[in-house]
């Protein structure tokens, strides 16, 4: 029922910037955090950033503070990370998470991740 669908990924050089999207479809994420996780070959999956959809309050790791902006437009359903000032170890496959804090606490979704080159 639930899908995320990230988007935006690609490749970009060292400095730069980039924003991804995630379309969340299938029910109403009122009750929901919003999220982005990224993991790179090899390596395990990583927490990025999260914000509630209802208030508003933002989380992130301290790898990309000053750096990575999370938003959502509740009209569209759609969560957002700008990442500016991009740095080679940025380089990942980036996933949109959802996370019930509600009916159904924990119960979590995930998209299938758009790929982020930063290139040096």
């Known amino acids: 029922q639930v899908q995320l669908v990230e988007s935006g990924g690609g490749l970009v050089q060292a400095g730069g910037s980039l924003r991804l999207s995630c379309a969340a479809s299938g029910r109403t994420f009122s009750s929901y955090s919003m999220g982005w996780f990224r993991q790179a070959p090899g390596k395990e999956r990583e927490f990025v950033a999260a914000i509630r959809w209802s208030g508003g309050s933002t989380y992130y790791t301290d790898s990309v503070k000053g750096r990575f902006t999370i938003s959502r437009a509740d009209a569209k359903n759609m969560v957002y990370l700008q990442m500016n000032s991009l740095k080679p170890e940025d380089t990942a496959v980036y996933y949109c998470?959802?996370?019930?804090?509600?009916?159904?606490?924990?119960?979590?979704?995930w998209g299938n991740g758009t790929l982020v080159t930063v290139s040096s």
């Open positions: 998470n959802a996370v019930s804090t509600g009916d159904h606490y924990g119960m979590e979704y």
